[in-house]
C-alpha cells in the first residue's frame, strides 16, 4: 500500500501513522519528494482496510497496489482451475460448458418437455429457478421445495447436473441434496452471511457479478467462499447497470479477459440476463466464445409467453437448438469445442 | 402500462397479447396512429411483469405508467408516516431525529464512552454494527451478539434506542430481543428473503438504500416488508455509487425530494457513508437537513484512528458535539427542530 | 408520446395541453382509466420537446413511445446503408472492413514505417491523429496540418483512406482537403455546431460514441449530421464509462445488436479505446466481429513505448499482422470476410 | 507517481522504464517487497501521461498520486479566488451571488418582462440562451446574434452583467462584445480546442462540469483555460447523470466540498438542470448554499409552459421571488449573504 500525506502533515503526524504499522509488523519505505511526502508499506497488506489508515491525521490517501484477494488470485495459484461436475462435465477446461433451462421451474410438464429437448441437443447442465428472487413482492416467487425436487428428478433422468439460485445460507442443506451447483444471485454477491456459508459447502457455487460490482468486489466474493474452505467458485458475468436503457444489462465481455490475468477462477456468460432480449442470445454467446468464456448459462422454454418469469429473454426449444449447432460451430473453428 | 407493438407485428400478434390480458381482466384501450400501434392496459398492473409481456411475439416495448409499489406510496396513503420509537422519539413529525454512535461495537469502555457523550448532547438513538458486513474476510467482522449485548445494555443506561444491522434472516429473533429498529444493510437491500422475514417483525426497519439502486428499487424493498405485514419503514439514503472517486460514494439529496413526492414514508440521511471522510459529514448535514431530511444517522467514534472499521468517516466525540449544535441553530432557523 | 397527469390534476389542466397541442394539429386519444388519467399524442412528435410538455402544470409524466431519430432510423429505410471510400473500401456491406494506425502522427518516418507494414497487411484505411485532444494541456497535441499533410501523402503511396479526428468546425475545409473519412471524438459527439457544419461537407463521418452516451443520444448526433444534408455516417462503439476500471472503458457489443435494429447506419468497433491494453485488444476484436460489427478501428505502432499519446493500448506491426490472420479467419469462418 | 512492475517482468524491463525516466530528469524511489516490485517517480509527472508509460513491458499499474492540474490546485493558490463582474458583484468572496434568467431568449417582450422582475427582486446577473445546443435538430435553436444583443441591451438597463453560453470558438469575438460570463455547456466540458480559445479571453468562464464528469476532469478543463492565459474560471455543478432517472440528473453536492478542498476556483450550483423538475429547485438552493456553494443559476420564465425550451425546471417570476427571499433568509443565518 502507498499512504499519500496531506500537505500540511507534522512529523508527528507521520511518525504516529509508521509506528503503528511498525507495530503490525509492516515495514515502511519512504518515497517523498520535495513537493509530497508517501510511503509504501511493505507486508501482507490484505488484513489492512484503508479506510483505517485514512483515519489517521495527515493522511490524504491510502493507494492499494496489491489485490485484496489472495486465494483467488493467479498470483497465489497459476493454473486454470477446473470444476469437476458429479456427471463428468467440467468447467474451465479445454472445453467451453453450455447450462440451460428455464427461468422458473413451473410444473414437471414444463420441465420434462424442456429438460428432454435439451438431452437431446447434448446439454449436460440444467437450470432452473426454484426460489426466485423477484422485484416484485407481486408477481410469481417459485416452486421453492418442490421445484428443487423436480430439477433434481428430471435432471436425473438424463444424467444432466443441475444449477439452482439459493436464496439464503439455510436452506443450504436441501440445496445440497438436490442441486449440482449451488448459484448465487447477483442481487446476493455482497451476501457476505450467504458466503460464508457457502464456504462450507463440497458443492460447487456460482457466484453472479453483481449489478455494478467491479471485478475485485467480485474477486472479493469469490475469496469470501475461498477462504472458508470452498475452492469450487465459478463465476458468472451477467451483464452490468449501465446508462443504456435498449439493453436489459450491459454484457461486459472484457470481464472475462480481466478475470483471467486476475484470477485461476472458470468464468462463464449469461446471455439472457445480460440482454433481456432472446434475439440478442445468439450473438452474444457468439462473442461469449469469441473472447474465452468457459461456458454459457442460457435461458429456454418451451413457451416464453406463458412463462412465469423472463419470457422476454428465453428461447424456444428449436430456437436454441439452431443457435447451439451455430456455436458448436463457432467454438470447433476456435479450437475449443462446446459442450 | 403502455405497449407499443412493433413495425411488422401482425393482427395475430395483437389479438394474441390482448385476448391475454383481457383473460386476466384488464381492460385494452388503443391509442394507435398511423405509424404506430400502441394500446393500454387499464387495471391493476403490479402484478404483471414487464418482461413477461415483452416475450410475446410483435412487442416492442412495454412502459409503466404507474408505480409497482401500493403500500409504500402515496396513492395508497396520504399522510406523512410518523415512526413513534420505544423511548418516545419520533422519526417522520415534526422534528428531525438525529442517530449517532460507532460504525463497529468494539468494546464495552468504547461503547460506555461514545453513549455518555452522546446522550450528554441529548441523542436519542445509538447506532452499531454488531454483525459487520466486510468487504473483505480478513477484516474485522463484528463481535456479533456479544455486540447487541452491549448496545442494549449501554443504551438502556441512557434511554436510547438502538439500532443496528441484521446480517441474515435467521438471526431476526435475537434481533427483536436487542434492538429497536433493525437495519438492513445496502448490500441486503434486494435480499428478498431477508426482507420477508422483516415483513412479519413488530420492529421498524431502516432500509438502506443500495448502491445503485433507483428510487422506484428502493421502494419496491420497502414494499416486500410492507407486503408482507410491517409497516414501519424508515428510508436511509447513504450515497449511490457514481464516477466520482474523491468521495466514497455520492450523496443524491434530491432523492429526500423524490421520496416525499413518490411516499409517505420517512426518511433520513446518513452522511458518513455518503462521503466516506469524516470533515464532509457537517457540511452534507447541513445540505440534508435544507433539503427536507427527516434525520440523521452519523458515525462517531471516542478513537477514530484505533476504530476497528470506517475510522475515516468518523467524527471525534467532541467534534461530534459542535457540528450537533451547529446542527441544531440550522434546524431551528428552518422551523424543523432537530432531536 | 404518452403523457400521465398528477392525481390532483384539474379537468383545466386537461384541457389547456391538450387544446395546446390540438393547436400544433396533434391528435389526442385518451386512455385513461380510474385510477389514473393519460392520454397518447398522435402526430410527429420528434418536434416536441419532453421538458416542454412537463412545464404544463398537472403534467406527472411525458414519455416517448416513438424514437426522436428519423432519416438514422430502420423506419425511415429499411436496408443497410453502404457507405464507398475513396479507393473503394466499403463500410457496411457484406465485408467487414479493418482500419488500423498510430493514434497520433509523429514524423513522417513514423508514418510510413507504419503505413508500409500495413499495406503489406492488405489494409486498406488509415487512421491517425494529428489534432489530439488530450486531457492534459501538458501533454502532446499533435503535428496539426503538417500531420494531415503526412497522413494523406503517406496514405497516397499505398492506396489508402485517411480517417482523422476533426477537433472544430472552422477546421472543415482543410480536413475535407486531406482526409477521407472525418472523425467526431467521443467527447465531441454533442458538440452540435460541429455536427452541423459537417452535415454538409460530402466526406463521410466516423461518429465515435460519446463516454456516457446512449444508443438513443448518439442516434440523435447522427441524426444531427444527416438532417442537415450528409447521410454519410459511420458509427464507432468505443467503449463506455462504467464503474469498473481494470479496462479503460467496458466495449458494449450490445451497441452492435441495438444499433443494428434501430438503424441502417454502420457500425464499428474499436477495440483499443475500449480495453485501453494493448493484450486485450485481439479478443475483443473476435468478439466483436462475432457480434456482427462491420469493422474494426485498431490502434497500431512501431515503438509503442516511445509513442507520444496510447502506446499502452497499441499493437505493435508485427503482433498487428498476426492479429489480423486471426481475424480473417475468424471472419471467414463466419462468412463475413474483413478487409 | 508510482510504478507497479508484473510479476514477470525482468530486471531489463525495470531498468529500460527508469532509464528513460532518469533521461526525462526525473528521480526514481525504489519501494519494493519480496512480493511486488515498486517505484515512485519524483518531480514535475503532470507532463507524464499514465498510458505512455503503461506502453513499456513489464508495467502492470501506474497510479498518480498528485494530482495532474497545477494552475487549478490549491496547492499552486491557497487563497480563495475572487472574480469581480463588470458591474461590481463578486463570485467567491464573503457574499454568495444569484444569477438567473430563460433557458432561451425567445423575444424582447419575453426577456424584458423577466429582466425586469429579477431586478425587482435584486438580482445581479441575467443568464440567457442565445445559441441552444438542443438534443434534437429539430427543436428551437436559439435567437443566436439577435439573442445576445438581447441580453446586453436588457442587461444594461438594469445594470446586470450578462452570462450566456458559446457554442464553438469561432464566436468568441461576438461574445466578448455582448457578454460579461462566457458558459461552457456540460457538452463542450472536453471540447478541448474551444477551452483553449477561452483561455485567450478576458472574460470570466462559467465552466459546467459534464454529464458524467469526474471532478478530476472538471479541474483539468480548467486548468486548459488557465493554463493558455485566463485565470478567471467559475466552476458550475449541474447535477451528474445516474441510473436514477426521477430526476434528469443527480445534483452532486458534496463536489462543492470536493473542489474546495482541491482547488482555490469558485464554484456554483445550477439546481434547474440537476433536478428538470421547477418544484425541487428552492430544496436542491437551500441544500447548495448550506453546503457551501458560492452562487446559484436559476432558470426562471414569465410562461414556463409556453418557454421554447426547458420549461419544465423553471420558476415562474413570482414563485422565484418567493423562494430567493428564502433563500436570503438561509443564507444569513449561514452568514453568507446571498446577493
Redesign the interface.
Given at each position: 500500500m502507498?499512504v499519500?500525506m496531506k500537505?500540511n502533515a507534522t512529523k508527528e503526524h507521520y511518525n504516529?501513522?509508521t509506528e503503528?504499522l511498525k507495530n503490525k509488523h509492516f515495514?515502511i519505505?519512504?518515497?517523498s519528494?520535495?513537493?509530497?511526502i508517501?510511503?509504501?508499506i511493505?507486508?501482507d497488506t490484505?488484513?489492512l482496510?484503508?479506510?483505517?489508515?485514512?483515519?489517521?491525521?495527515g493522511v490524504e490517501?491510502v493507494?492499494r497496489?496489491?489485490t485484496?484477494f489472495k486465494q483467488a488470485s493467479r498470483?497465489f495459484k497459476e493454473e486454470d482451475t477446473i470444476i469437476t461436475l458429479s456427471n463428468g462435465a467440467t468447467v474451465g477446461g479445454h472445453e467451453a460448458l453450455m447450462m440451460a433451462g428455464p427461468c422458473s421451474v413451473e410444473s414437471e410438464t414444463q420441465l420434462t418437455t424442456i429438460a428432454a429437448s435439451l438431452a437431446k441437443d447434448g446439454v449436460k447442465v440444467l437450470r432452473g429457478g426454484a426460489?426466485k428472487?423477484?422485484?416484485?413482492?407481486?408477481?410469481f416467487q417459485g416452486l421453492e421445495l418442490e421445484g428443487l425436487k423436480l430439477l433434481r428428478k428430471v435432471a436425473d433422468t438424463h444424467d444432466m447436473a443441475v444449477v439452482s439460485e439459493i436464496?439464503?445460507?439455510?436452506l443450504l442443506e436441501i440445496f445440497e441434496q438436490y442441486v449440482d451447483i449451488i448459484q448465487v444471485g447477483a442481487?446476493?454477491m455482497?451476501?457476505?452471511?450467504?458466503l460464508?456459508v457457502l464456504g462450507k459447502s463440497s458443492k460447487p457455487i456460482l457466484l453472479k457479478r453483481g449489478?455494478?460490482?467491479?471485478?475485485?468486489?467480485w474477486l472479493?466474493s469469490a475469496?469470501?467462499i475461498m477462504?472458508?474452505g470452498n475452492s469450487q467458485v465459478i463465476l458468472a458475468e451477467r451483464g452490468?447497470?449501465?446508462?443504456?436503457?435498449?439493453?436489459r444489462n450491459?454484457?461486459?465481455?472484457?470481464?472475462?479477459?480481466?478475470i483471467k490475468e486476475?484470477s485461476h477462477l472458470p468464468v462463464i456468460i449469461d446471455p439472457s440476463h445480460?440482454?433481456?432480449?432472446?434475439n440478442?442470445i445468439e450473438?452474444?454467446s457468439?462473442?461469449?466464445?469469441?473472447?474465452?468464456a468457459d461456458g454459457l448459462i442460457v435461458e429456454v422454454h418451451n413457451d416464453?409467453?406463458n412463462?412465469?418469469?423472463?419470457?422476454?429473454?428465453?428461447l424456444k426449444l428449436d430456437k436454441f437448438s439452431q443457435t447451439l449447432q451455430t456455436l458448436k460451430?463457432?467454438a470447433n473453428?476456435?479450437n475449443r469445442p462446446l459442450l
Open positions: 502507498i499519500k500537505k504516529e501513522l503503528a515495514e519505505k519512504d518515497v519528494s520535495e513537493t509530497v508517501i510511503f509504501g511493505i507486508g490484505s488484513t482496510d484503508i479506510n483505517d489508515l485514512q483515519a489517521y491525521e490517501d493507494i497496489v496489491q485484496p498470483m426460489y428472487p423477484r422485484t416484485s413482492p407481486y408477481t436464496p439464503s445460507a439455510d442481487r446476493n455482497q451476501n457476505f452471511q450467504l460464508k449489478l455494478s460490482a467491479t471485478i475485485e468486489e472479493m475469496e469470501y477462504s472458508h452490468i447497470r449501465t446508462f443504456e436503457k435498449y439493453t450491459t454484457l461486459d465481455v472484457s470481464a472475462v479477459l480481466a486476475l445480460a440482454a433481456g432480449r432472446w440478442m450473438r452474444l457468439m462473442a461469449s466464445l469469441a473472447v474465452g416464453p409467453k412463462a412465469m418469469s423472463d419470457g422476454a429473454q428465453s460451430d463457432l473453428s476456435l
